[in-house]
């Protein structure tokens, strides 16, 4: 097949999962069917989205999910990523939307792979409250009793590590708080429902469960000992605190001790075995000292009062959404978890890997994912055990508070008339995985 680079993709392993993701409240619309979550909530608050929208119609995917599994049949792959709504479980008939599209995706033989919880809390609850866990695993027992003789493959959350910090430390997603490190409990919270989630699949009969971490390596701005210690506590908020509570049973450098309850009792539920463990990966993140001053990066607003500083990566591309092209990033960053966690880490799949950039003739997009898919194939050619890869996005979608204005997707969404256009992407991806089987 044609490629970015001109030269062909290496072949991966018999049984690698190709597909895309994507999330309820960015694409599923029909927003009056389901109760709130903290996003509606989030959204209707002025200035709070960058173009003033919303997410109530949105890709309307919940009246046209019969074109768009059509779309992802025609793309040719192996398995599609996308979440449950938890409000929208709650709501009456909520459960019969996700009956209809699992089974639209197993008639055209897709894979159906949900994730339970991206972000969209019901309004009346607060992941503050410890309770907030014990109500989402009695959600994902509902749900995995009602869809699990046709989902065979589980995951439980999305980003704790942004939902967290974004929308509890910094106040840039929803629910928008700034509670800055008062957010721990967050952290631990979520931590804690993903493991009792676990045990609710377990008990559901589930034997292929993971969670989707966001995860990326964090460079120092210098050797420098401040921007080494800065960039080692960066590392530690971003990476350490969401991954080895789960893979090692432990919160690293004593977090433990900032957290809320019997967090040795709670580690161990958090710590139940996993069989793969799903990696978000975007860029990589240069780390220095504070600098005393407030910056906007990325387009979230990084407070002088945080004990480090995020500087641009000089001398490579940039997205739409300003964030650095990296694809040796992520082998560095497989690399780094395998060395760092050995035989702890279960296999991993790359649960999203995309970019933001306009238009339907989209070279920049084909360029990056080449890229990334290519050292996906050198983790793999160093011994790391990857066992797939998910694009993100399958459409043009609410990109939380940036709105309508960045778009990821391998299909254009015109949100004016809902019109679907394959962009070259698209036809770039499905060559790739025509070429692999």
């Not at 979550?37 to 960058?50: L, Y």
């Not at 995706?105 to 907030?132: N, Q, Y």
């Not at 890997?353 to 238009?359: A, I, L, T, V």
């Not at 890869?389 to 459409?395: A, E, G």
């Amino acid at each position: 097949m044609a490629t970015a680079s001109g030269d062909p993709i290496p072949t991966f392993p018999s049984g690698f999962l190709w597909g895309v993701s994507t999330s309820a409240h960015q694409i599923e619309g029909a927003a009056e069917l389901r109760e709130p979550s903290v996003w509606d909530a989030f959204t209707a608050e002025p200035g709070r989205v960058k173009d003033s929208s919303t997410a109530a119609t949105a890709c309307d995917h919940y009246h046209r999910y019969r074109e768009d599994v059509a779309l992802l049949a025609d793309l040719g792959v192996d398995a599609y990523r996308f979440s449950i709504s938890w409000p929208r479980v709650n709501s009456p008939g909520g459960l019969d939307f996700y009956d209809r599209l699992v089974d639209e995706l197993c008639a055209a033989g897709v894979r159906p792979v949900p994730t339970l919880f991206h972000w969209d809390l019901p309004v009346s609850l607060d992941w503050l409250e410890r309770d907030t866990a014990a109500r989402y695993a009695e959600y994902v027992q509902v749900v995995a009793d009602r869809l699990g003789d046709r989902v065979k493959k589980w995951i439980t959350i999305n980003e704790p590590a942004e939902h967290t910090l974004f929308g509890h430390a910094l106040g840039a997603h929803a629910p928008g708080k700034r509670l800055m490190f008062d957010a721990l409990p967050v952290a631990h919270h979520l931590l804690l429902a993903h493991g009792l989630g676990v045990q609710a699949l377990r008990a559901s009969g589930a034997a292929d469960i993971g969670i989707a971490n966001s995860h990326g390596p964090t460079w120092p701005a210098s050797r420098e000992q401040p921007d080494l210690e800065a960039a080692a506590f960066y590392d530690l908020l971003l990476n350490r605190l969401f991954a080895e509570p789960i893979l090692l049973g432990e919160y690293p450098d004593g977090l433990g001790e900032l957290m809320p309850g019997d967090v040795a009792a709670d580690l161990k539920t958090v710590s139940e075995p996993l069989d793969f463990y799903g990696v978000n990966y975007y860029a990589p993140t240069r780390v220095g000292a504070p600098q005393g001053t407030e910056i906007e990066f990325g387009g979230l607003t990084i407070p002088a009062e945080l004990p480090f500083s995020v500087r641009e990566i000089e001398d490579v591309p940039v997205t739409d959404f300003g964030w650095p092209v990296v694809p040796e990033g992520l082998t560095e960053l497989l690399t780094t978890f395998r060395d760092r966690y050995g035989d702890r880490l279960p296999p991993v799949v790359i649960t999203e890997n995309g970019c933001s950039y306009e238009g339907v003739h989209d070279q920049a997009r084909i360029a990056y994912l080449d890229g990334h898919v290519r050292a996906l194939h050198q983790a793999l050619a160093a011994g790391v055990d990857v066992r797939g890869y998910f694009v993100w996005s399958l459409m043009d979608n609410f990109e939380w508070a940036e709105g309508y204005v960045q778009q990821f997707g391998l299909v254009h969404v015109d949100f004016t008339t809902q019109e679907r256009t394959k962009k070259d992407s698209y036809a770039w991806y499905r060559s790739l995985l025509r070429a692999q089987r």
